[in-house]
Every structure is written in structure tokens, then in C-alpha cells.
């Protein structure tokens, strides 16, 4: 930061404040200048990207945009995976509360799965891809 001793608008003396915490907004601050006559203060030097780094930032916020498209789309790939689970579960309830589920043989048990998925296609091509 440039240090000025002397105000450029009334030439009066410059004076350092320290760092500290406003009184008014309870924010902490840097340390400042300020005239101790007229209450000139040096513009803030800005942080900003050099020209030739101009092409990092966009890169940088270009890969901030994409880590987060991702995280969307992950997100929206557990609630999908979390509701086809949840709903197998549900069809393997429905399954074993049939009466003469128990008495089945493991091929009449499969043959019986087949058909209900079968008929799971079915249903959800008409009703959800509306073939
Ligand atoms: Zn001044």
C-alpha cells in the first residue's frame, strides 16, 4: 500500500489509523490513512487480474461453474438411484405379501419376477415414454 504523508487536496498532515473494529458495524478492519485535516482517504488500490491472467480467472471460474453442474447432476443421480431402490424395495414387498408367494419354487419364483418386470416395461414405456 502507498503511504502518503501529505494530503494532495489541503497539504495537511496524513495520519495512519490501525487495524481495527468499527465501532459502528462491528467489522473488522485494515489498517487506513486518512487527512487529518479534510478526511481525504487514498483510493483503495483494487485487487484485479492482470490483463495477461485475465484468461486464468475465466478459466478458473469457467471449471467453478462446470465442479458445480456436476455436483448438481451427481445429486440428481443419488435421488433418482435412491427412488428406483426404494421402489424395488416396495415391488419386493408386494411380491412376498402374495399368499402363495411362499409356496413357490425358486423357477415358478423366477418366472414370476420376469413377467413382473416385463410388465414393469411395458408400463413404463406407455405411461412414462408414451410409446
Ligand atoms: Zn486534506
Same mark, same amino acid.
Given at each position: 500500500?502507498?503511504? &502518503?504523508?501529505?494530503?494532495?487536496?489541503?497539504?495537511?498532515?496524513?495520519?495512519?489509523?490501525? +487495524?481495527?473494529?468499527?465501532?459502528?458495524? $462491528?467489522?473488522? &478492519?485494515?489498517?487506513?490513512?486518512?487527512?487529518? #485535516?479534510?478526511?481525504?482517504?487514498?483510493?483503495?488500490?483494487? %485487487?484485479?487480474?492482470?490483463?495477461? %491472467?485475465? $484468461?486464468?480467472?475465466?478459466?478458473?471460474? *469457467?471449471? +467453478?461453474? @462446470?465442479?458445480?453442474?456436476?455436483?448438481?447432476?451427481?445429486?440428481?443421480?443419488?435421488?433418482?438411484?435412491?427412488?428406483?431402490?426404494?421402489?424395488?424395495? #416396495?415391488?419386493?414387498?408386494?411380491?412376498?405379501?402374495?399368499?402363495?408367494? *411362499?409356496?413357490?419354487?425358486? @423357477?415358478?419364483?423366477?418366472?414370476?419376477?420376469?413377467?413382473?418386470?416385463?410388465?414393469?416395461?411395458?408400463? &413404463?414405456?406407455?405411461?412414462?415414454?408414451?410409446?
Amino acid at each position: 500500500m502507498t503511504k &502518503y504523508e501529505q494530503c494532495p487536496d489541503c497539504q495537511a498532515k496524513i495520519k495512519t489509523v490501525p +487495524a481495527g473494529i468499527s465501532k459502528r458495524t $462491528g467489522k473488522s &478492519y485494515d489498517e487506513f490513512q486518512v487527512c487529518s #485535516n479534510c478526511e481525504w482517504k487514498p483510493p483503495r488500490e483494487q %485487487k484485479f487480474y492482470p490483463r495477461e %491472467k485475465e $484468461g486464468i480467472k475465466a478459466e478458473y471460474v *469457467k471449471e +467453478a461453474q @462446470e465442479r458445480k453442474a456436476d455436483q448438481i447432476n451427481e445429486a440428481q443421480k443419488r435421488k433418482e438411484d435412491s427412488i428406483a431402490k426404494f421402489n424395488a424395495f #416396495n415391488a419386493a414387498i408386494e411380491l412376498v405379501k402374495i399368499p402363495s408367494w *411362499k409356496g413357490l419354487t425358486p @423357477e415358478e419364483k423366477n418366472e414370476i419376477l420376469s413377467e413382473v418386470w416385463e410388465l414393469q416395461d411395458k408400463i &413404463y414405456q406407455k405411461h412414462i415414454l408414451g410409446f
